[in-house]
């Protein structure tokens, strides 16, 4: 008999392509195939991004090495979808004809039927369409995660920020109804998942398709009533179209996170207008302000985009004012990079590199800074972790482990001799000690037991993990948050 043939997923980009491989990943075993090993897999899948200038480098480079591993095993097959696929279409296959499928980011459900045909015809396949065939969310999944879970709530774009490239890529903006959306959370909840992260590229202009403009406050607030699930997060949220309604719902939803990632790109209002950012910082400011009087200590993020073309050396201040302003925990900072397709990339005045380096630098020390006094302020404090990487057998050695807290800042403990090990998905009452810019760190500084609180999340890991031997821990009753386990309030 046969055996089935194996798979890998090789994922560039944002969380939305994250989301795309765990559907391309369910599509592949819905059709009878296995996960493979990296590198020895019958079937290699590049889930491409084409945001960042490098992102053709690294597809080509990728498809250099496996052009190499194909010579060695003809039978296996290799397919590119994604942003850069839906872009640059039949040029893959022109600068890699050992390319066997190309598919774009409107028709990942085709994959299985389009590797079959190629194997079946001898012939590299190409199959791109302008508009959506299905939502991606139909799609059967293969969940990277035991304890989190990417949920999307549309798909595409209706911006037209001039350097931004998934509008042309991923087209307009589809709203997934609300009902499908509750009913995938479910679904990943009864899974055994305890956290969920609501995907879209603009989450805040979400319902504009079917005419409710309060459609994602609702959707956050419907999320709070759903039984065993504990953290709420969402990405990405556009300042132009951030409501009230949307802070009230985060202040008023216990299982919604403090935590909120708001791109800023530029703090120069005339380099937002030539972005088409339709918000101005103040509003930018405005927001920030609102967020942290009804949500105390919550941890806000961004991205910052730095020598846009024309940006002058006054516009570069007002974007260093705006960021001290602002007191991010983290951020993610940007070059700007010409990106073909996109209308910045035919504006005038684009700036020499050595000037968007030197830029770049001042932002990064700028926001190193502030990171590293946001994360001090915690020492000291006790928060609650949700453990993640680092299984408890893989590496018994090891006496650390990390976690997520709350607000989603990174958060590294020790395990102190005797203590039990908590297992992914479980929570860790901990106390900060340490902290760097881009984490914090809770030592035993008494030696006593870590306090763990078993989760249904836990449990989950340890069937995927254990199978039979698995044994549920959590007892059963759904924890509504810290206070099951007798401790002080924490952050
Ligand atoms: S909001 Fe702007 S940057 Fe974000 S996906 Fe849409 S066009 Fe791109």
């Known amino acids: 008999m046969e055996l089935p043939r194996t798979y890998e997923v090789r994922t560039f980009g944002c969380q939305m392509n994250v989301h795309d491989s765990e559907r391309l990943g369910g599509s592949l075993e819905a059709a009878g195939f296995v ?76 994959l299985p039927a389009l590797l079959d045909r190629a194997r079946h015809n001898g012939e590299a396949q190409l199959e791109i369409l302008e508009s959506l065939e299905v939502f991606p969310s139909t799609l059967p999944s293969r969940r990277e995660s035991t304890h989190s879970a990417w949920v999307s709530i549309s798909v595409g774009c209706n911006n037209t920020c001039t350097f931004c490239i998934v509008p042309a890529l991923r087209g307009k903006e589809r709203d997934r109804r609300p009902g499908d959306v509750l009913a995938e959370v479910e679904a990943v909840v009864a899974d ?96 920030l302000d609102r967020v942290r009087a009804a949500i105390p200590g919550a941890a806000i993020s961004t991205d910052v985009i730095v020598g846009f073309p024309g940006e002058t050396e006054e516009d570069f201040a007002e974007t260093l004012r705006v960021v001290e302003a602002s007191r991010f925990a983290s951020a993610f900072t940007f070059q700007y990079s ?82 039990d090990r908590p297992r992914p998905g479980d929570m860790v009452a901990v106390e900060v000690t340490q902290s760097a810019p881009h984490h914090l760190i809770a030592d035993s500084m008494t030696g006593e037991p870590l306090r763990i609180r078993a989760t249904r999340a836990g449990d989950a890991w340890e069937r995927a993990v254990l199978g039979e031997h698995a044994h549920d821990h959590h007892d059963g009753a759904v924890a509504a948050g810290p206070v099951s386990l007798g401790l002080p309030s924490v952050r």
């Open 35 to 110: 996960r493979g090993e990296q590198g020895s897999a019958d079937v290699v899948v590049i889930n491409t991004c084409a945001v960042r200038e490098n992102a053709d480098n690294k597809l080509y480079g990728t498809l250099g090495h496996l052009a190499q591993l194909k010579r060695e095993r003809p039978g296996m097959q290799i397919a590119v979808g994604g942003c850069l696929a839906q872009k640059d279409k039949h040029t893959i296959q022109d600068r890699a004809p050992w390319v066997d499928v190309v598919f774009g980011t409107h028709n990942m459900g085709s």
């Open 192 to 287: 055994g998942a305890i956290e969920v992260t609501l995907l879209g590229q603009n989450v805040n202009s979400y319902g504009v398709e079917f005419g409710d403009r309060r459609a994602f406050s609702k959707l956050l607030r419907a999320t709070g009533r759903i039984d065993g699930l504990e953290r709420v997060r969402f990405t990405s949220p556009h300042p132009a179209a951030f409501t009230d309604d949307v802070i009230e719902a985060m202040a008023e939803t216990p299982n919604v996170m403090p935590q909120l990632h708001m791109p800023l790109q530029s703090g120069s209002d005339r380099v937002l207008k030539a972005m088409r950012r339709s918000y101005r910082s103040e509003r930018f400011l405005g927001i």
């Open 338 to 419: 010409i990106r073909p397709g996109t209308p910045a990339a035919t504006m005038p005045e684009q700036l020499p590199k050595e000037v968007v380096q030197e830029r770049y630098d001042r932002l990064v020390e700028l926001q190193e800074r502030i990171s590293a006094e946001e994360n001090a302020a915690l020492v000291g404090s006790t928060l609650e972790a949700m453990a993640t990487e680092g299984d408890g057998r893989k590496n018994e050695e090891t006496r650390r482990m990390s976690g997520r807290a709350r607000d989603g800042r990174l958060v590294h403990f020790e395990i102190p001799p005797g203590s």
